[in-house]
């Protein structure tokens, strides 16, 4: 079964940096386009950032281009997002997910950044 599981979440300062991980497995990850998305306490979801397959194509929201970087390792099957420049309002769970735009797939459990002093 397609499972999705990220990592690297954790509690960083402002002006600081993560690196989120999301291990894929039960599909074919080199064929599919991958998407991060984030939710913050009391708020709706919010999309992140997309990349299709050989990473041709990279897309970010307006609130992280030029902070976020989105990438993938088809040999390790594993999707990144490294996090520059983190503000608190970046705090939230973040999720990868193995599709983009209107498509449907699966999510992961989610990973918990918070960004504070």
């Known amino acids: 079964q397609v499972q999705l599981v990220e990592s690297g979440g954790g509690l960083a300062q402002p002006g600081g940096s993560l690196r989120l991980s999301c291990a894929a497995s039960?599909?074919?990850?080199?064929?599919?386009?991958m998407s991060w998305a984030r939710q913050a306490p009391g708020k709706t979801l919010e999309w992140v950032s997309a990349?299709?397959?050989?990473?041709?194509?990279?897309y970010y929201a307006d609130s992280v281009k030029g902070r976020f970087t989105i990438s993938r390792d088809n040999a390790k099957n594993t999707l990144y997002l490294q996090m520059n420049s983190l503000k608190p309002e970046d705090t939230a769970r973040y999720y990868c997910?193995?599709?983009w735009g209107t498509g449907s797939g699966s999510w992961g459990q989610g990973t918990q950044v918070t960004v504070s002093l």
């Open positions: 997910y193995n599709y």
């Open positions: 039960g599909f074919t990850f080199s064929d599919t386009p």
């Open positions: 990349i299709n397959s050989d990473s041709s194509h990279i």
